[in-house]
């Protein structure tokens, strides 16, 4: 339901005026019998709003058109609605970004739009916003120069700056809005993390100034505060005081110091400068709206900025890996295998609202399963009441009844073929018609797992990574048998969980385990030949690896390094990593691998590298990554190049900021044309 539609309305309002601007194509805009101007903003042929070229041209009409209202009279107030079901405002145009190659460019853009959002500001009547949906980077900055905002509790209805995330941050002046309204503290918080907030939470830092219960409220309480002449008040009390010298000064430098642990200045500019704009002018509302345009331009045509957009784009491409329109709608789902795997799959699964039956050959399995996932429920539910019925939906079933009822049955038990073989002839009988039948296997072929099937067509592989809940990517495995429909549901199931799918072709590693296999190889067989695991695993994080071969290697396993390693046949002297197998030295799981775990964390050596050496290490640290990437895309692993980088980035943390092996690999080489 749309904030517009259904809504009971008071009887002097529901008489509405011949529309003031009739040749709007994104924007609705009317005045009714009681002086209140309602704007609904319902982008034509889009399903959510983002403020692009046009639309902030028809906006800046509205503006005029409600400014010359006021100074008659005719018009009391304004009111921004959005017409989209299920959404406000998901941000700027993030098409429209490519458009800026230099700064001058950027500027002249911004400019308008942050004069348009003063005169909204400094309205003579109120302006107020009513907000159903997602309101975040460009659509909070609009609302945060909004007089009144009302939102509805829906969980859906969250506001946020998720600029941080492209290499950027608010550039409509939401810097110095959202500091005003919430305090120094809350406002750095949220800009440098780009976390989405409920609505709830929202009112109480000062976002948002009233809450209703349904869209359907939405006019009625945007009436009463046009009426009453509503309007927000700043911060106040110690919520202020952060943004004063010398607080400000203090919290600047705590804040850098925890930035600087999570990510590197090289890297990613964008927060560091962020900090830097809140030292130098967070306590001068106008110096730092002005300071905000100067300093967000060189950000937004810098090589980060444009790499991290890339990434937004091929996770939306993975998104489209799914089949749109699908009429599968999955909402049971049942594991098989309650080990480690198995159980963060059925707690993911219950955490995206499915009913789950996790079944194994030992109750006392199971219900260790189970247990595990108390700190995923904890961390995903805020209230004891959505706690336990995350819980409910989480059912032990050792018989395997929930077999004939579940939408998706995933296998995840032993990675030995003839063992899934068995399981999977005895389950093909007892699915029900158009259920999805999956194996989580990470090493063996989706065509030899199905030959002894009647219908070998319908196995897939869903491949998850560990862990679960953090790895956004899964893989879905297409056998040479497996029929594009089961295929496409199976995409739609990992969608379905908040995931995204990437199709592959079933070969020996799939994607990331075949390009994370040589990587980590190479890199132990540096250490094998004496240097150093410390100075290797710095160099790939100085590369922009989440982090090093080494330490990645301890902590997938040194036994599934090394199967892995068989699996696809890599060459090398393997002698002393089976030596360490052997002895027991299996890494993180085990406390002792190349590194000695404590508290699962490893015990590092600190040593100081030479900057320009530790980045020519990184730089051939990755080159077996990068190589692999480009075989697999000749070998038609994944259908494109950009699908290779998406799953790479997403399956293995790959440096997001170097926007993908591939386009790493070809922006070196471009750089090395333009140099000669």
């Not at 009317?30 to 639309?55: M, Q």
């Not at 028809?58 to 009111?79: S, W």
């Not at 209805?157 to 810097?175: A, M, Q, S, Y």
């Not at 530790?614 to 051939?620: A, C, N, V, Y």
Request: with cysteine; glycine share 10%; aromatic share 6%.
């Amino acid at each position: 339901m749309s904030a517009e539609t259904n809504v009971t309305t008071p009887p002097a309002a529901a008489a509405r005026v011949q529309p003031a601007l009739p040749d709007l194509k994104d924007w609705r805009f009317s005045v009714d019998t009681e002086g209140i101007a309602w704007a609904v903003f319902d982008r034509e042929g889009e399903s959510a709003n983002a403020l692009g070229r046009r639309p902030l041209e028809e906006l800046m009409a509205i503006v005029e058109a409600t400014e010359q209202g006021a100074r008659t009279g005719r018009i009391k107030g304004l009111v921004l609605l959005s017409g989209k079901d299920r959404s406000y405002i998901v941000g700027a145009d993030i098409r429209e970004f490519e458009q800026f190659e230099t700064e001058a460019q950027v500027i002249e853009a911004i400019g308008p739009v942050n004069a348009m959002l003063d005169r909204i500001e400094k309205m003579p009547v109120p302006v107020v916003a009513a907000i159903h949906g997602a309101c975040v980077g460009g659509g909070f900055e609009l609302i945060l120069a909004c007089h009144y905002r009302i939102a509805t509790r829906d969980d859906s209805t969250r506001v946020g700056f998720p600029e941080v995330k492209l290499g950027i941050f608010p550039g409509f002046n939401g810097t110095a809005r959202s500091i005003r309204q919430a305090g120094a503290l809350a406002a750095m918080q949220n800009m440098l993390t780009g976390s989405m907030i409920r609505a709830t939470a929202a009112r109480g830092l000062g976002y948002i100034d009233e809450l209703v219960a349904k869209p359907t409220n939405l006019r009625w309480a945007a009436r009463k505060a046009v009426l009453q002449r509503r309007r927000a008040l700043p911060a106040k009390g110690t919520k202020a005081l952060a943004a004063k010298w010398p607080a400000r000064g203090f919290l600047a430098g705590k804040i850098r110091q925890e930035t600087a642990k999570k990510a590197r200045e090289a890297h990613y500019p964008a927060p560091f400068r962020l900090i830097d704009l809140f030292e130098k002018q967070g306590g001068n509302y106008a110096g730092l709206k002005a300071a905000e345009t100067k300093a967000f331009a060189p950000l937004m045509v810098s090589d980060t900025s444009r790499n991290l957009r890339r990434v937004f784009r091929l996770s939306e491409q993975l998104k489209g890996q799914a089949p749109k329109g699908s009429s599968f709608k999955p909402t049971r789902v049942h594991v098989i295998g309650a080990g480690t795997m198995g159980a963060d799959i059925a707690g993911w699964c219950v955490a995206s609202g499915m009913e789950v039956t996790l079944q194994d050959l030992k109750p006392e399995l199971i219900e260790n399963g189970i247990k595990a996932q108390a700190k995923l429920f904890a961390r995903k539910f805020k209230t004891k009441a959505t706690r336990d019925a995350a819980k409910a939906r989480l059912i032990a079933d050792q018989a395997g009844a929930g077999i004939a009822r579940a939408d998706v049955v995933i296998e995840a038990i032993v990675e030995k073929l003839e063992v899934k073989q068995a399981l999977f002839k005895e389950l093909e009988a007892k699915l029900k018609p158009g259920a999805v039948m999956a194996t989580n296997t990470s090493s063996l072929q989706i065509e030899d797992i199905a030959a002894p099937l009647a219908d070998p067509g319908r196995l897939v592989g869903i491949h998850f990574f560990n862990p679960v809940a953090q790895m956004p990517l899964v893989e879905v495995i297409r056998g040479r048998q497996s029929r594009d429909d089961e295929v496409g549901k199976a995409a739609s199931f990992v969608t379905a969980i908040d995931k995204f799918p990437l199709i592959v072709k079933s070969a020996p590693g799939f994607l990331v385990n075949r390009v994370l296999a040589p990587y980590m190889m190479a890199a132990m067989s540096r250490v094998d030949k004496g240097e150093s695991k410390d100075k290797i695993d710095e160099a790939a994080r100085a590369f922009g690896m989440p982090m090093g071969p080494i330490e990645l290697a301890d902590t997938v396993g040194l036994d599934v390094c090394a199967h892995v390693g068989r699996i696809l046949g890599l060459q090398g002297d393997t002698s002393k990593l089976d030596a360490m197998i052997a002895a027991g030295k299996l890494g993180k799981k085990s406390g002792r691998g190349f590194y000695v775990w404590k508290d699962g964390k490893p015990e590092k050596t600190a040593g100081t590298w030479n900057k320009s050496e530790l980045e020519l290490l990184g730089r051939d640290l990755v080159a077996p990554l990068v190589d692999e990437a480009q075989k697999a895309l000749a070998e038609g692993i994944v259908e494109s190049a950009d699908l290779v980088d998406a799953g790479v980035i997403f399956g293995t943390g790959f440096a997001p900021f170097r926007g993908g092996p591939l386009h790493y690999k070809s922006s070196r080489s471009a750089r090395a044309v333009a140099a000669e």
